[in-house]
């Protein structure tokens, strides 16, 4: 059987919000949903993180996407709402090594998925003064990356390829690096009498049956 037949009620969707409208973030998650369902309307809003410009750690990523999915999901009606945000951790298993992380969840205003990406390091010229200032990585990566490579293009790699997609020499876009969160969320969805449906962060209750 294929992923769309299985889906459930990711089948059916119609109407999907999007707490963002960087069209990288907004592919990532058609490609994610393309998997499953058909037809649908994407919506992109421009809605407060509610956490800095630059997150750090996993507590304030996690809240960064949330936050965005449940903004998103006041806008309007819709069967499904995304937030999807990007942060630096430091992994004290690794001797306080900063990698960066993106988040994604998932929430129809009841149950919530979170998953997320693969990790990556930025050079440290980027994520040093990114975690010590909270300086916007995305900024201080586009002028290392012109300095170094004499690159003449202007627009920030966020809203093209991504900073992924530079250090990947484009084998791993920004959209396929987030689709990848995107995904992992939704295993909660498409699972639904495996996973609990509380929130996040909640105390545990019994799957739906």
Known sequence: MSPVSEAGALGELRTVRVGTRNPTKLEAVRLALGAYAEGFELIGHSVDSGVPEQPVGFAEVVQGARQRAARAWSQGPCQLAVGI?????????????????????????????????????????????????????????????????????????????????????????????????????????????????????AEATQPSK
């Open 85 to 201: 945000e990007d942060g630096l951790v430091e992994l004290a298993e690794l001797g306080g090594m900063a990698l960066n992380v993106g988040a994604a969840v998932v929430s129809n205003g009841e149950r919530e998925g979170l998953g997320f990406s693969s990790l990556f390091a930025y050079p440290e010229a980027c994520s040093t003064p990114a975690l010590a200032d909270r300086r916007p990585i995305g900024d201080a990566f586009d002028a290392l990356w012109r300095a170094a490579k004499e690159d003449r293009d202007q627009e920030p790699s966020g809203r093209s390829i991504g900073n992924i997609g530079k250090l990947t020499l484009g084998v791993m876009p920004r959209s396929e690096y987030a689709r990848h969160a995107v995904l992992c969320a939704l295993i909660h969805f498409l699972h639904p009498e495996l996973y609990s449906s509380r929130p996040l962060g």
